[in-house]
């Protein structure tokens, strides 16, 4: 009679961790990758993030039209809102990135201070303005902030603030701003939501932050 060998403990256990190895290669990517490549700007976002189509996001933001800007947005609220990006408060990460053109004349005047006012009024001097023309916004915070200076001449900040909406609810925005060697272009990201919401997925909006990668044409 012929035997046949049950394999043992040790051969079963490989078998089943290179199983393993094969089904996680086979897993969904964690996230999504989000590039304008004219500008040569690309980051990351978790992949269960939605993304907001650029109309929408235009049409509450009003950006997009001056000098071809490039906007993108992913939200990872439920349901998923154009409004998130400033007018609502959301209770989880909402991601905004814009890439801009810069006329000769502008670039002439760019600075670390506009690039920190270039979403909402940081700067002391900006925020007066804004408060003198009716900003609704208050109870302005920094929390940190850092300036950057990445290869090939890519500069700018790093922005860490709160702001107080109606009804008492504090949100937390990080933003980096960034303009290339001859200030002709600026890319922005900016992460925010509740504070409450902000520190407790820090570690996630970090990773998001840090995937923000300019380069040079």
């Known amino acids: 009679m012929t035997r046949v060998r049950i394999p043992g403990r040790p051969v079963i256990a ?5 199983l393993a190895l094969v089904l996680a290669g086979c897993a969904a990517p964690q ?11 690309y980051f990351k976002v978790p992949r269960v993030w939605t993304k907001i189509s650029t109309a929408a996001l235009d049409k509450v933001t009003g950006a997009g039209t001056p000098g071809g800007a490039w906007t993108a947005g992913y939200d990872a609220s439920r349901p998923a809102s154009p409004n998130h990006v400033l007018s609502l ?21 760019l600075s ?3 690039l920190r006012d270039s979403f909402l009024p940081v700067t002391a001097a900006a925020r007066q303005t ?26 700018g900040i790093r922005e860490t603030y709160d702001y107080t ?7 937390t ?5 960034l303009t290339n060697a001859d200030d002709t272009e600026v890319y922005v990201l900016l ?22 990668t300019v380069r040079s044409p």
């Open 165 to 171: 909406y109606k009804g008492g609810r504090v949100v």
């Open 191 to 212: 992460v925010h939501c509740l504070s409450a919401c902000y520190s407790r997925h820090q570690a996630q909006i970090n990773t998001v932050l840090k995937s923000f």
């Open 173 to 177: 925005f990080d933003q980096i701003a």
């Open 130 to 155: 804004a408060t003198q023309n009716g900003f609704p916004l208050t109870g302005f915070r920094l929390l940190g902030s850092s300036m950057l200076e990445l290869a090939q001449g890519i500069h």
């Open 31 to 41: 996230y999504t990758y989000v590039a304008d490549t004219t500008a040569h700007a």
């Open 112 to 114: 670390y201070n506009l």
């Open 14 to 18: 490989g078998l089943a961790l290179a």
């Open 89 to 109: 408060v959301p209770a989880r990460p909402f991601v905004y990135a814009a890439v801009g053109q810069v006329t000769r004349a502008a670039a002439n005047t």
